[in-house]
């Protein structure tokens, strides 16, 4: 047997069996094995209990592991980032490639000040699901599914301005003892705000925070998944896959709001092509009204979701008013792209003020519809379209929230109005009869009281809570089926004050011109008010409240300057006075029961002996307003055969009237006419007694207190012509005046004839469109011409009686 052989054989021989074997060059040689020592034979055992028992602890931590021993932790962690005791009953961890945490019997408490309310929230069940590989690769948290079980949020605002809603942290003030040193929570916020450990501002450093742009609206708004970072740390907005929340709870108590409300919450789960939808279901009280709520949207997670438009469906009744708000927005985030349709319907639109913030005066029953959108600065109202009383109504509103009192830019239409729902801009209550339960008994109070002009208070902490600018154009105006013309209305409220820089309306070939200016004072407004009346044909006037049927061309100026709670207070303070003049006023059988009431009317004309069809030519007024009492300078009716003057007050500090009436005949026809006639009571209900003088002591009376200066003819030719009967009665009764010739002031030229037109102002500038005012005859007297007219008439007041 060659070498070789005998080395293939050795290769062949088992390795156990090789152990005892030498090799002695060219053959193999058995040798006797040696014994296993102790430390050989015991290796096998020592590994074979050692894994064993690896599987064992494996399997008992698995089976007796209690996550709850991280309890401690967490609270502690939770705590220290919302500043408030956090509660856990017991933790759950599910490992996988997605790993599912979940909390029992979750537990925020409430602030301290606040520790006798329920605690700020609750949760039966709070279940959090991570993928975490992306987390390996850089990729941010991910987190498919956040699910809450019964949650129960307790929100609360006293009525001092504390709130249980603010997680910021506390004030703490450093013990005496410890000047100079830091608590963690604070050394943690030095750090924070430096963005580097151990540094801080005072070594000039810096934090700095960058946003993704958004690509659709170029603001800096974290995008979803984006990476934002704040005082030089990164952090990822966690990616959400879903919030689905079961039984929710809300209750919200605000004491500041007198509001109480509790609200269902609730998501559901896509169904039937149909997304998954977040509904929300409130009731309570807001502001003291009732208020249930129905709200059913996209859920939380699609509100990220720009390619998406967000869902809105929103119904609210408060009291009884109803709001509707439904459409889509594509970023509801930034408010960008609403496509929203805005339904308001109620019985007084002043009762908006609580859910829009918006000061409107009382209006009759209204609907009205809109669209609703946003912009970077302003919420606009945009195509209106719907009625308020029996007058429609369109136009465009504007709000800007931004500013520190709201700002309303409102450009509104109609082309029908009736009067009467015009009544609450100006103190009255509106429509044809009272339509709310306050209006109700606003009016059963005005009815029971002795006040001729409307009392109700104007409320002035509304009034400042909303800057408006306003402009209206009614195209026809009518009251009980009669047209009168048209109105055009230009005014701004700013910081409470109101400056109505005109309120015009057109009358057939005539105009009614105003304007005015009401300032704040405590609860008090004062009020400054012009009335310029220029060739008004008075039956279509009075049509339009229903009641005249006689004809006749009225002009005149009306001014007050007062201050008090309503429009009833600031004339029974104010002063000022009227100058108005009556031009062929026809059957004065019509007339007076007309302007005087029909009871008053036909007793005047029965005291006074005037035959049934005597035309009225001529009634002049000229009356200062002194401190609420309104006197008599000049009043004087004149028909065909008789003139009579008058002498007296009316006092609206305690709506009373005095006033003394004497007829003379101009043929003296002395037996046809009594003696002096007497009006005393209140002005809702005088009384007319006869004077039982001679008609000759009565009228010389009478006309020794009457002053017919000629500074009142430019009034009187202003208002009705310079050819006009009244004009010519004044004239005569200068021939022989009981208290002297008044001097008589130069008269300007005429200037050019005025133009009316509004300008449609916008936000702090004109606007270059200009809408006519559609006022005839307006051109009968220039501006120039009518503020000579005005000065004049004051100078007389101020030079005295």
């Not at 307003?625 to 000049?634: F, I, K, P, S």
Request: charged share 20%; proline share 6%.
């Amino acid at each position: 047997m060659s070498r070789n052989s005998v080395q293939w054989q050795a290769f062949r021989i088992n390795p156990e069996e090789r152990a005892g074997m030498t090799d002695t060059g060219n053959r193999i040689v058995r040798t006797q094995p040696s014994p296993p020592s102790r430390q050989g034979r015991a290796v096998p055992p020592v590994r074979a209990i050692l894994a064993g028992s690896l599987c064992v602890a494996v399997l008992a931590l698995v089976i007796l592991w209690s996550w709850d021993w991280f309890i401690p932790l967490v609270e502690r962690r939770a705590g220290a980032a919302i500043h408030r005791k956090v509660t856990i009953a017991h933790l759950h961890v599910h490992p996988g490639r997605v790993i599912r945490v979940g909390a029992d019997d979750v537990r925020i408490e409430q602030p301290a000040g606040f520790d006798d309310l329920p605690p700020f929230a609750t949760a039966r069940r709070l279940d959090v699901s991570i993928r975490w590989w992306p987390l390996l690769w850089g990729g941010g948290l991910d987190l498919p599914l956040i699910a809450l079980d019964t949650p129960v949020v307790e929100i609360r605002e006293r009525a001092d301005g504390s709130t249980n809603y603010d997680f910021s942290a506390p004030d703490i003030k450093p013990d005496p003892g410890t000047k100079g040193t830091k608590t963690p929570d604070a050394a943690s916020a030095a750090v924070k705000a430096t963005g580097t450990t151990g540094t801080s501002k005072a070594d000039g450093a810096t934090s700095t925070t960058t946003a993704q742009p958004d690509a659709m609206t170029g603001g800096g708004t974290p995008s979803k998944g984006a990476s934002a970072t704040t005082d030089g740390d990164a952090t990822t907005i966690p990616r959400i896959g879903a919030i689905r929340i079961a039984n929710g709870q809300l209750h919200v108590v605000h004491a500041g709001l007198h509001t109480d409300m509790r609200g269902a919450v609730r998501t559901t789960d896509p169904a039937n092509g149909q997304d998954a939808r977040l509904l929300v279901d409130a009731q309570g009280t807001y502001v003291r009204q009732a208020i249930t709520g129905h709200f059913s949207g996209g859920t939380l997670v699609s509100l990220q979701n720009r390619t998406q438009p967000y869902p809105v469906d929103l119904d609210i009744r408060h009291g009884a008013t109803r709001l509707t708000l439904r459409g889509t927005i594509d970023d509801p985030l930034t408010l960008a792209g609403a496509r929203l349709r805005l339904s308001l319907a109620g019985p007084d639109m002043s009762l908006l003020y609580p859910l829009t913030g918006v000061v409107i005066p009382q209006t009759p029953p209204y609907r009205v519809v809109g669209n609703l959108d946003y912009s970077a600065a302003h919420i606009r109202f945009r195509d209106l379209d719907g009625h308020v009383g029996s007058s429609d109504l369109g136009g465009n509103l504007s709000i800007d929230p931004h500013q520190a009192v709201p700002f309303v830019d409102a450009d509104l239409h109609s082309r029908r109005v009736d009067l009467a729902d015009l009544g609450g801009f100006f103190g009255a209550t509106p429509g044809d009869r009272p339509s709310t339960a306050q209006q109700q008994a606003e009016a059963r109070a005005h009815a029971s009281s002795n006040a001729v002009l409307p009392s109700t208070p104007i409320n002035m902490p509304r009034l400042r809570a909303t800057n408006v600018h306003f402009a209206y154009h009614g195209d026809h105006i009518e009251n009980r089926h009669t047209p009168l013309d048209n109105i055009d209305v230009l005014a701004d409220i700013r910081d409470g004050v109101i400056d109505v820089h005109h309120l015009n309306f057109a009358v057939g070939s005539g105009t009614l011109a105003s304007n005015g200016t009401f300032t704040p004072h405590g609860d008090a407004v004062e009020a400054r008010i012009g009335i310029d009346l220029v060739r008004i044909n008075l039956s279509r006037l009075m049509q339009a409240a229903g009641r005249f049927q006689g004809s006749g061309i009225f002009g005149g100026h009306l001014a007050i300057h007062g201050t008090g709670t309503s429009l009833a207070g600031i004339v029974a303070n104010g002063d000022g006075g009227m100058t108005v003049a009556l031009d062929q006023g026809g059957d004065i059988s019509a007339v007076l029961p007309d302007l005087l009431g029909l009871e008053l009317g036909k007793a005047l004309l029965s005291i006074l002996g005037l035959p049934a069809k005597t035309d009225l030519k001529c009634m002049v007024a000229d009356m200062p307003l002194r401190q609420g009492v309104l006197d008599t300078r000049t009043f004087l009716i004149e028909t065909g055969d008789t003139r009579t003057v008058g002498k007296g007050s009316l006092d609206f500090r305690n709506n009373t009237i005095d006033y003394a009436l004497s007829t003379d005949s101009r043929h003296f026809a002395v037996g046809s006419f009594p003696g002096t006639l007497h009006i005393t009571g209140l002005l809702k209900k005088p009384s007319i007694v006869p004077g039982t003088e001679t008609i000759a002591r009565a009228v010389g009376s009478v006309l020794l207190g009457v002053v017919t200066p000629v500074a009142l003819l430019p009034t009187i030719e202003a208002g009705v012509g310079k050819q006009s009967l009244c004009a010519q009665a004044i004239r005569q009764m200068q021939d022989n005046p009981a208290s002297g010739k008044a001097p008589v002031a130069g008269r300007p030229q005429a200037a050019r004839r005025h133009q009316a037109a509004v300008g449609r102002r916008g936000t702090g500038k004109q606007a270059t469109a200009t809408r006519a005012t559609g006022i005839r005859g307006a051109g009968q007297l220039s501006a120039a011409e009518r503020a000579w007219i005005r000065a004049v008439w004051a100078a007389r007041l101020k030079a005295g009686h």
